[in-house]
């Protein structure tokens, strides 16, 4: 069984629930936002969700003051994901860019680069590079689901990263390198508007559950690559070992911006704890189609080459899109947050902070 929920003794305040004494968030309230990304031009593709920086570039960000690395952060978790187009970046600059931004958005002294389990040892990038490519996805038989005889859906594909780790991603970050003419589209939704659109009994109840995620699916994976499961710490204490399982709060807290956020995804989460099965199942229902028939709660990122995805994990589900042959791929580094909780009284709603 995955370590359950213990106390809430392990946050400073009583009114935290979740979360784990050496993996807390360092910041004792929510970054805000003192404007230095405003001289780059950007632009929303939606009212919920995403922010585009078209000339930005990493390069020059690496070289940037701690305030706008901040900035940057705080965009990225109040936007859900920021996009930035022809970045000319090796994999050690991806992977020295997230550690300065996860350090500075306030991460666990515990929490590092994720290691994925399906990671090869001794692989040339290093192992906190995930290659993401159509060619060893077909290998190894993993996140094409969807295009099986089990289920024609594409949303099936639908998650959040890595959430069944105990210390789960706070922020991704992927580079597509290689792409087909057509086709291979993400999209992202946004947690914090689909709390918002809870009514307030609905959210009370859920505030108080937790539940379990699960990837054995990885063992299966590693079996089809050939390759070893990696059981390691995989960049947490607190993330080692073949359980490949975790139980997390149902309604999860943003430390950078104190919003709340539904918790669950598709991918990974199996069973809400505490109800009965059938229960579990409606919940889970209902919460995944809030995350796929809110088409207004999403944005659907078309890629040119060299482009780069940044997003919030704690707030955000990510869908890959499978309609293309030729191959696709790309080099993503995830970092890793705090474990996951909910600040029970200081928590708050995405909308009735902003007003829309
Ligand atoms: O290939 C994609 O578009 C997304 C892959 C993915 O889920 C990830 O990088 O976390
Ligand atoms: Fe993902």
Redesign the pocket.
Known sequence: MPSAITSTSSQTDATIFGGHGIARPQLTKPLSDSGSLQQYSHNDPTPAIGREFPTLKIRDLLKADDQLFRDLAYTISSRGVVFLRNQDVTPNELKDFMLRLTTLAGCPSTSGLHVHPLTEEGSELGDQISV?SSEKQKKGGGLTHQLSDVSRYASNAW?S?ITFEPVPSDY?M?KIHTLPVTG?D?LWASGYEVYDRLSEPMREMLKKLTATHDAKFFLDEARNLGNPLRECERGSPLNKGAELAAVHPVIRTNPVTGWNSVYVNKGFTKRINGVTKDESDILLKYLFNMVTQNHDAQVRFRWSKNDVAIWDNRSTW?C?TYDYNDPRA?D?VCSLGEAPYLDVQGGKSRKEELGF
């Open positions: 993401i998650h990263d991704a992927l291979g993400t990510h890959a790309g993503r």
